[in-house]
């Protein structure tokens, strides 16, 4: 690591929701990034207490990639992408959408956003879309990663926050129980809270943090349901009911155990090919846990039952009267940089800022004050994160869209599909500071800043506000996501002050749209964070924030929570005879998302170079494949090519590859768009695949 300037500037790593407190300091030379800044654990951040992962270290790397985009890009007649000023490029931005929405009305023109947008940016792009564009056409890629588990929680408890506790609370935990997660690899810092705690990990594979967990339990991808009311069941007949607590503070447990009733263990076992004295042991270790935390990640979530199987373990946590009570709870662990502030904010399809509801009519009467704007004026919910994708260029679809924050070219499920679909688009215009696959198809390349470039707000999944600070100037040529929103917006006739371009202007409006709705982020303020005040949503003004919510009640009217009456149902897609085998996916430690950003890092492609498909050596046999040698992996939708990796530690019935690598590497040219009919979220985590040798 390059030497560390004492007096770091204080801000957050650009990648996950761990947001891990980081001093950037410049080493040399003048010039934007130059490989002149470096970075280091801020140790006074309690979250990743000086811990940061590889990713992390080697952030500053992106600053400064060759390929950095630091001109617009306009394609030319010739079909190829040819640099172009500021002016022309935002002047045929606003020309296309104006033509098109001329002809084909507001609804043909699209916005997908990211939830690694600051809470400036996410504000903001949704206002844009709604007055600037008058679209309803708004989603974005938290669809894919937070919506099972925004949508469990919000019917639990009334009100969803990622962790509804500090992460330092977990440091005290005796047991933690991780469904479907695997922070050893997407979260190392927060192993530190995890120390103390015996784990239970529900994990199909032995991963690296299911190796260290006092009991793992390996269940058969897309049970998780079962698994859940399998250890409800058991946490009723085995004894380990509170009584006081579901009398005190809940709701409907009698339906839901009504369900639960039928799924006694020999059956789970039979479904999940879990045995029935792990999953004693499970429940055992959960019910004498003097504190014990449910978690839930991506692996339990990302199913077309994801919401019910979160509802499921949050109805299993409240068996046991985890939630709300000190030292315990159930909570989920947010996932992109602002996965929390990006789900609040407005860039849903189906949401106002504040967590407010785009059908609330007291919701948009608020908002539209605060715009300046009639009521009539906000268009209703759009279509969610797939459908709006697999709607581009058809009959009654989007024809122009515009992309902030995501890469979905790779990272959208059934990708083979969505290429097609951005393909048949009328104008795509993406705003990145790297040409990702996605900006390679586009019509209108926007070059803008990055973290280190710019000032914001995060919220990480925690629920706590934090200060994004600038070190140094962007390239010349490269402008804010602010700036290119205002740009539009002002060419399409818009009032320029609708669209301020300072992040802490915007803030001052945030707070304002926010007040009075669910996440409250009225009494948050630039100079509050600015003196290191610990401010967690809902903090309205005048308050302290919120550390821990539920001690006193839920946020459901009566404040109590409610169990959620679910069932168990098969994946979307089981395996078949041309297709035997399960086929999930996931992530690595030194790759995030797409890739886009850290295939980029020479370090971290070194650690995680290649597609790869974690296979059992039988099961490779079977097909009679080698290790290291490179397969197909084919579904019904399409394969992937990725090279054989043994792993004696998987089921024999499911292989596994991660989806951070573009072309014919991508794991979601196999992955199955079944939506979750809760929260539509796509099934990334199960579907069927056969495996061969590639020739
Ligand atoms: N290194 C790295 N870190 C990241 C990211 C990254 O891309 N790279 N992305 C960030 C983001 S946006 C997110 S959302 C988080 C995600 O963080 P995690 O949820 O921890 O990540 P995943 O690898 O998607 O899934 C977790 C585990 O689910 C398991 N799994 C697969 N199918 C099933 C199933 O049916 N049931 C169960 N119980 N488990 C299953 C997988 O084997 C995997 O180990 O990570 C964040 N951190
Ligand atoms: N098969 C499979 N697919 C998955 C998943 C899985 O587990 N399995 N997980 C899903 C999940 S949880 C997620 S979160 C998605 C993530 O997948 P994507 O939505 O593709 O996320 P990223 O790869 O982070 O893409 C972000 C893009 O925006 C750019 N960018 C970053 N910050 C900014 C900014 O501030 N402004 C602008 N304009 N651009 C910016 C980056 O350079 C990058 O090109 O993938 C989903 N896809
Ligand atoms: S754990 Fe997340 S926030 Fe922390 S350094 Fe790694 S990627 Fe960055
Ligand atoms: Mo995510």
């Known amino acids: 690591m390059s030497e560390t300037s004492p007096a770091g500037t204080r801000t957050h790593c650009p990648y996950c929701a761990l947001q891990c407190g980081t001093l950037l300091g410049r080493t040399d030379g003048p010039g934007s990034g130059g490989g002149s800044v470096s970075v280091s654990p801020d140790p006074d951040f309690p979250v990743n207490q000086g811990g940061l992962c590889q990713k992390g270290w080697t952030a500053p790397a992106v600053l400064d990639v060759p390929d950095r985009l630091t001109t617009p890009l306009v394609r030319g007649a010739d079909g190829r992408l040819a640099p172009a000023g500021w002016d022309e490029a935002l002047g045929l931005v606003a020309r296309r959408l104006r033509e098109i ?121 897309g049970t998780d349901l079962a698994l859940a009311l399998g250890l409800l069941h058991l946490a009723v007949t085995d004894g380990h009911l509170d009584k006081t607590y579901l009398d005190e503070r809940t709701e409907g447990f009698d339906e839901t155990w009504a369900r639960a009733v039928t799924w006694w263990p020999e059956r789970v076992e039979a479904v999940t090919g879990v045995a029935v004295s792990e999953l004693r042991s499970a429940v055992r270790m959960l019910a004498e846990a003097e504190r014990a935390y449910v978690l839930t990640g991506r692996g339990a979530e990302q199913h077309s039952k994801g919401s019910d199987t979160v509802a499921a373990f949050i109805n299993l946590s409240l068996a046991l009267g985890l939630p709300g009570r000190e030292g315990s709870g159930f909570g989920t662990l947010t996932g992109q940089g602002n996965g929390q502030g990006g789900r609040e904010l407005g860039q849903k399809a189906d949401q106002l800022p ?246 980029r890092v020479a370090e971290l492609t070194e650690a995680a170079p290649e597609p790869y498909v974690e296979v059992h050596p039988d099961t490779a046999a079977r097909a009679s494949l080698a290790d290291g040698q490179l397969a197909r992996v084919s579904s019904a939708r399409g394969a992937v090519l990725a090279k054989v990796r043994y792993e004696p530690s998987l089921r024999t019935d499911t292989v596994f590859v991660p989806f951070h690598f573009p072309g014919e590497g991508r794991a979601n040219l196999v992955t199955h768009a079944a939506l979750d009919p809760r929260s539509r979220m796509p099934e990334f985590k199960v579907c069927a695949v056969r495996i061969e040798a590639a020739r």
């Open 101 to 221: 929405r001329d002809e084909h009305g507001p609804e043909a023109l699209a916005v997908f956003g990211g939830g690694g947008l600051t809470n400036e940016k996410a504000y903001t792009l949704g206002k844009f879309a709604r007055l600037a564009l008058g679209t309803s056409q708004i989603d974005y890629n938290g669809r894919f990663c937070m919506s099972s588990a925004a949508a469990a929680q919000n019917a639990a408890f009334g009100v969803d926050r990622g962790l509804p506790f500090p992460v330092t609370d977990l440091g005290r935990a005796d047991v933690v129980l991780l469904a479907g997660a695997n922070p050893a690899e997407t979260m190392p810092p927060l192993l530190r809270h995890l120390d103390r705690a015996s784990l239970i990990v529900i994990d199909p594979r032995r991963t690296r943090t299911a190796a260290r967990a006092a009991l793992h339990l390996q269940p058969t991808p």
């Open 354 to 599: 504040g967590y407010r509801s785009l059908t609330d009519p007291a919701a948009r009467a608020h908002l539209a004050r605060v715009w300046g704007v009639d009521p009539e004026r906000l268009p209703g919910p759009g279509r969610s994160a797939y459908e709006l994708l697999d709607a581009l260029g058809t009959d009654d679809g989007p024809r122009a869209l515009l992309v902030l924050g995501s890469n979905p070219v790779v990272s959208a499920p059934d990708a083979g599909r969505i290429a097609r679909r951005l393909g048949a688009l009328d104008l795509l215009v993406v705003a990145d500071f790297v040409p990702s696959e996605t900006a390679r198809m586009a019509d209108v390349v926007l070059p803008v800043t990055q973290w280190a470039e710019e000032e914001g707000t995060l919220t990480n999944l925690e629920g706590r506000v934090l200060r994004r600070r600038r070190l140094l100037d962007p390239p010349p040529g490269v402008r804010g996501d602010l700036d290119v929103l205002h740009g539009i917006a002002v060419r399409l006739g818009e009032p320029a002050s609708r669209y301020p371009r300072r992040p802490r202007e915007v803030f001052e409006e945030l707070r304002a749209a926010t007040a009075g709705g669910p996440a409250d982020y009225s009494g948050v303020s630039y100079e509050r964070l600015d003196r290191d005040e610990e401010l967690y949503w809902p903090c309205p003004e005048g308050s302290s924030g919120t550390p821990r919510l539920f001690l006193d009640g839920f946020a459901h009217p009566g404040g109590r929570a409610r169990f959620q009456a679910v069932e168990h149902r098969d994946a979307a897609e089981l395996p078949s005879p041309d297709f035997p085998l399960y086929a999930t996916t996931g992530r690595v430690l030194a790759q995030y998302q797409s890739g886009a950003q850290t295939r």
